[in-house]
């Protein structure tokens, strides 16, 4: 006898995983400014906080997103595997001190992931001595 179940029936409808589902995995939700799309409000609220510092002469240069690689290309056994960077979320001079500064902003969540403390790790490594680095 036939079954009376469509193909979709019976089957069990389970939740996609928390990394398969879209948006941040730490419930933050994109911002924008000045045409800018942030990863958090957090981020966006900081940037707002250093236009209002730049446009006070207290820092320059401000740079958002700067990029530094932390992990040349690297070849082995035929194999090309790329270059790794860490991504801060901003970078500006202090007017003052002169001192360039990196920084980040994130959540403890995010500060305890293991990825993101090795690539902070490697970063202050081979850069922590060029900048001063902070963390909001």
Sequence with gaps: MPSLMGKS??????????SMLPGSKY???KARADGITFHSKR????????????RAGEIADLEIQPNF??????????????HRCYVADFKYRE???GEIVVEDVKS????????????????LQLYGDAYKFIET
């Design 108 to 123: 403890p969540p995010t500060r305890k992931k293991e990825t993101y403390r090795l690539k902070r790790q490697m970063f």
């Design 27 to 29: 419930g933050s939700k």
């Design 95 to 97: 007017t003052v001190t």
């Design 43 to 54: 981020e966006r609220d900081r940037y707002l906080e250093l236009k209002v510092l730049e």
């Design 69 to 82: 690689e932390i992990l040349p290309v690297v070849k082995y056994r035929g194999e090309t595997l790329r």
């Design 9 to 18: 029936e019976g089957r069990r409808r389970t939740r996609s995983p928390p």
